[in-house]
């Protein structure tokens, strides 16, 4: 690393040692090599992932803090997240990954008015299809 990049640093590993980051880069490295498209992986690279991460949670985490309901109690809370991606423009892209926690008798509500809609909906099709079959 150069310049200074080297200069920053955000706290000590295991052995003492100053580290720029604080996610495990064997980690990352891990990660972006599941992706088909990469082959190999600069070590400038992993590191600036790492800490874009690192910045990216982190403001995560603050916005939630600040427009959550746990602020009175000095707390973040994974109903703060959700409720983060899911009202917030920026994080919506998060709602597949923090989706909002539902009691397993509503899912299963859910799930009954959907089939009960799709049965509905291809009853629909099959009489329009024997409709067309008469005339």
């Not at 996610?23 to 990352?28: A, V, Y």
């Not at 498209?37 to 600036?48: G, K, T, W």
């Not at 109903?79 to 991606?85: H, R, V």
Request: charged share 35%; hydrophobic share 35%.
């Amino acid at each position: 690393m150069s310049g200074k990049m080297a200069d920053v640093v955000v706290g000590k590993d295991k052995c003492g040692e100053q580290r720029l980051v604080s996610l495990p880069l064997s980690r990352i490295r891990v990660i972006m090599k599941s992706s088909p498209e990469v082959s190999s992986i600069n070590q400038e690279a992993l590191v600036l992932t790492a800490k874009a991460t690192e910045l990216f949670v982190q403001y995560l985490a603050t916005y939630s803090y600040r427009h959550g309901s746990g602020k009175e109690k000095k707390v973040l809370t994974y109903s703060d997240l959700a409720n983060t991606a899911e009202e917030s423009e920026t994080f919506q892209f998060l709602t597949d990954i923090l989706p909002k926690k539902i009691l397993a008798s509503k899912y299963l509500k859910m799930l009954k008015e959907e089939k009960r809609e799709e049965d509905e909906e291809n009853d629909n099709d099959n009489e329009s299809d024997h409709d067309e079959a008469e005339s």
